[in-house]
């Protein structure tokens, strides 16, 4: 069965500063996975999609890397804001339609 | 125009009633689904529907019963509530089934049970 990982849970890092979020998969056998951001009591907000087939996607000042072989994803965010505080999420989407969630990184920016 | 939405927001109810919870996505999209977000931010999967047919159902109890009327609309119902029925609800959509389009979600709604 798919597991997906998201380490750190929490990461606080002060403003401007540039950061990794990872997210590791124990199942090479995907669809796509995607970087998504919940804001607190709010819904989840789909940030970036990466194909298999796919090494990288970059919107903005965020950039998603996927390493099928290894299992691995990272969301790079560049020149952080306050406003980029959040939860974020990657979820892996698998053969059979089943999605499978990372339990979450959430960051905090200092201005 | 929000795409995927959700009502009611909040609902806080006593233990052994019976609640609705509306979905509702403007996106065209086939498939939708049932989310269930517990106090630890986890995601799980509880129902998944394609063209109103139910493809996925977990283990969730009984008393959780989905209907979708038509493809642009799937309802949860829960009766009989119970204490460990207390976290965030969301629905979500894709275009099609075994497809690589994005998921979309809905803001959620916060059940609280006394």
């Known amino acids: 069965k798919q597991e997906v990982t998201q380490i750190p849970a929490a990461l606080s890092v002060p403003e401007g500063e540039n950061l990794v979020l990872n997210c590791s998969f124990t199942?090479?056998?995907?669809?796509?996975l995607q970087w998504f951001r919940q804001d607190p009591g709010k819904g989840l907000t789909s940030l970036l999609l990466?194909?298999?087939?796919?090494r990288e996607q970059t919107s903005g000042r965020l950039n998603a890397s996927l390493d099928k072989s290894s299992g691995r994803s990272t969301l790079y965010i560049a020149a952080s804001q306050p406003g980029d505080s959040a939860t974020y999420l990657c979820a892996v989407r698998t053969f059979g339609n089943q999605f499978y969630f990372g339990t979450g990184t959430s960051l905090t920016v200092i201005p | 125009d929000t795409a995927v939405s959700q009502t009611p927001k909040y609902l806080v109810t006593q233990m052994g009633n019976d609640k609705s919870i509306k979905c509702e996505q403007n996106l065209g999209h086939d498939t939708m689904y049932w989310y269930k977000q517990d106090s630890k931010k986890f995601l799980k999967i509880m129902f998944s529907?394609?063209?109103?047919?139910?493809?996925i159902n977990e283990t969730v109890p009984n008393r959780f019963s989905p209907k979708s009327p038509d493809k642009a609309h799937l309802n949860l119902h829960i009766n009989s509530l119970e204490l460990g029925d207390s976290a965030v609800y969301f629905c979500a959509s894709s275009q099609r089934w075994e497809n690589t389009g994005e998921l979309f979600f809905g803001e959620g709604s916060r059940l609280t049970v006394l």
């Open positions: 199942d090479s056998a995907i669809y796509n």
């Open positions: 990466i194909q298999s087939s796919q």
């Open positions: 529907y394609n063209n109103k047919e139910l493809i």
